[in-house]
């Protein structure tokens, strides 16, 4: 009876199995069914004539902005200078100094963005010839002057004096791409020349203002942060691309350079891409020329003089008395195989002229740019006035009365002639100078400067003068017994012995007889 109740039990299992794959085969039916009925009435409708619509076209992606590559030069300028600190001085100038200020800051920036654009050339073009060059370092030498201009249009605001001069003589800053073989150096002392003009901003907000003291250090930072970027990318002077493109055929990248909006979407399902464009092959490089050329000539070794003439002794002057008495050598019929080298140019071509100066401010007198001024009077000094010489050249400064103080910076052949002084005399930078003393002054500081003569009166037999770095320094001084005006020059010496004594070092000065 088991057995038959079992076997019942199974069958009715079966039977609900069956129904439930009748009803979902009836169910997929109707789908089906569904589907092609939708088909038909799709149909039907296409065979009713229509006017022509346009076909719908799959939607285009918006551009995708491809952003240009720089040149590892460059790149490193934005994060060198641009980012790491012009950006943040830029800043800070808006945060407190007055607008005329922020705008003068504002030509710098766009200055340094002028030497980023050079940048480019330099890193896609190969070395232009000298014409090319100086229209190419046209721009820069216009926003030098620029900048000059606007410290002269706010010279009179004496509480930012300070702070549009350093900016101005910084400006030069961007002219160690003119200079060759160490264009670090050259923006070494842009740097200590600022420094005049830094130290007293320093002074005058010392204890009152921090802003003052953050924005010169920032703006020596650039200057320090230039002088790295140019030792770690142009050790030597300005890098060009030796297989680069002309100039003339040098196209600037765009900013933001878009793909078309003709271009084909994306999958799926994408058409067949655009055939690539054709490569084109870069011509030959020429051959090198300027320094790359000589140094190519040297490695040659022995082939080096193979293109050189052997000398007749027809032609030589220790031969032939004849030649010596007219002083010129005939000149050889055979063609020069050599070109005539490329004179580099000069930093300060690049600088410009810039306006002189000769004004009293506060209690300085400020004498600046000055040139072939056989007698310039600073007449009507009190004991608490300083006069300032800065950038003269063949110039002669007569200063009437007792001063505070004198000070010479970066001046050539310029003469000072002073009555008397009660602090100090200090030149700096000033080659080829000339001090005449006819009163009493106290100390006299010569650094960092070639060729000068100093006389001194009867009354300053007493100073002290202190040289750093210095040569050819004269001092002449009165004779004992003759009439003024007789001098007996002496030489400021120059080599100097040290020796180590009882773990000390001691200095003296050689002195050479015989």
Known sequence: MSTTNQGLYTLATIIKRLEAVASRFEDLEETARSRTSKRQSTST?????????????????????????????????????IDGKLKAFVELTKAFAPQFLVDQVALFADELNLLRNLLLIAAACKAPDQKTF????????????????????HGKEAAWVNHLSAIAEGAPCVGWVTVEPKPAT??????????FFTDRVLKEHKGKDSRHAEWVRAFLAILDEMKRYVLENHPVGLAWNASGVPVSEYKPPSPTPAVSDTAPPPPPPPPPPPPPPPVEVPAAAPAASGPAAVFAELNRGAEVTKGL???????????????????????????????????PAKPHALMGKKPAKFALEGNKWLIEYQENEPALEVSGVEINQIVNIFGCKNTTVVIRGKVNAVTMLNCTKTSVLVESVISSVEITKSASFALQITGTAPTIQVDSTDSGQIYLSKACLGVEITTAKCSAINVSVPVDGEEDGIYQEQAVPEMLKTVVQDGKLVTSVVEHVG
């Open 186 to 195: 050259y923006v070494n002392d842009v740097k200590d020349s600022i420094r």
């Open 45 to 81: 409708v296409a065979d009713v004539p229509e006017p022509h619509l346009p076909r719908a076209e799959p939607p285009v992606p918006p551009a995708v902005v491809v952003q240009p590559l720089s040149p590892p030069s460059v790149t490193a300028f934005d994060a060198i200078v």
């Open 309 to 343: 003439r052997k000398v007749d002794k027809s032609e030589m002057t220790h031969k032939n008395p004849a030649l010596r008495s007219s002083s010129v050598v005939p000149a050889s019929t055979a063609p020069s195989s050599g070109k005539k080298p490329v004179k």
């Open 134 to 153: 100086v229209e190419l370092l046209g721009p820069l030498q216009a926003a030098i002057e620029t900048i000059a201009r606007a410290k002269v249009t």
